[in-house]
């Protein structure tokens, strides 16, 4: 079956600790995007890729940082220069210029702070 | 800048009542949106994508309509079952761009 895989499902960073969420899809989308869930907010978007080797930012992008070097593939970063990380992340994907298909996303990481 | 309001925040019904969610945007110049639901601790899955040019969508006992005019989509659920309690986000997308503008969502619970 098609979808998004995105782990680990629980992750914990330390003081200081540069960490990194995995999300990879077999559905031969062209566009992924990284967002992040806060309790009584919506969805935000961090950062999104529309084609291998090219992303841009999104609404709160200072603090994470991502690659694009697979279509599969887009790993997100969470630095230390991102104060307040704990949240649920997610990741979706959508095939690009195809505006009336609707984005599919993961199950999600929920993000910590020891 | 666009900006989508959901309504109520939470609702607890009991079972076999037909129910509206409501979704509110600032700014008409959309291209489509989109009803998500999402399951406590898990992603978004997709229930009705409406396009600028319609008015509405229906599956199964769900219905959704757009009056992009007046900035404003409802959720129609009929004959609520206890599986239906997640919370349902609506999403707009904006003209000639991949991002979607989501809403706060509104937490839902059927109880027997």
């Known amino acids: 079956d098609g979808g998004i895989t995105q782990s680990p499902k629980y992750l914990f960073r330390k003081e200081g600790q540069n960490v990194t969420l995995s999300c990879e899809q077999n559905?031969?989308?062209?566009?992924m995007y990284w967002y992040r869930q806060d309790p009584g907010q919506g969805l935000r978007l961090i950062y999104y890729?529309?084609?291998?080797?090219?992303?841009q930012k999104g609404d709160i992008a200072e603090g994470y940082s991502v690659s694009r070097e697979k279509k599969e593939s887009f790993p997100l970063t969470v630095t230390s220069a991102q104060k307040n990380p704990t949240a649920f992340y997610l990741c979706?994907?959508?095939?690009?210029?195809?505006?009336?298909?609707?984005?599919?996303f993961g199950d999600g990481t929920r993000l910590s702070i020891l | 800048k666009q900006e989508v309001t959901q309504i109520p925040a939470a609702l607890s019904v009991p079972e076999g009542e037909n129910l509206v969610l409501n979704c509110s945007f600032t700014?008409?110049?959309?291209?489509?949106l989109q009803w998500f639901r999402q399951d406590p601790g898990k992603g978004l899955t997709s229930l009705l994508l409406?396009?600028?040019?319609?008015r509405e969508q229906t599956s199964g006992r769900l219905n959704a309509s757009l009056d992009k005019s007046s900035g404003r989509s409802t959720l129609y659920i009929a004959a609520s079952q206890p599986g239906d309690s997640a919370t349902y986000l609506c999403?707009?997308?904006?003209?000639?761009?991949?991002?979607?503008?989501f809403g706060t969502g509104t937490r839902l619970q059927v109880f027997p």
């Open positions: 890729s529309q084609i291998v080797n090219d992303f």
């Open positions: 700014d008409s110049a959309i291209y489509n």
């Open positions: 559905l031969n989308h062209d566009a």
């Open positions: 979706a994907s959508s095939p690009t210029g195809r505006w009336n298909q609707p984005q599919h």
């Open positions: 999403a707009v997308r904006l003209d000639n761009t991949d991002k979607l503008i």
């Open positions: 409406i396009q600028s040019s319609q």
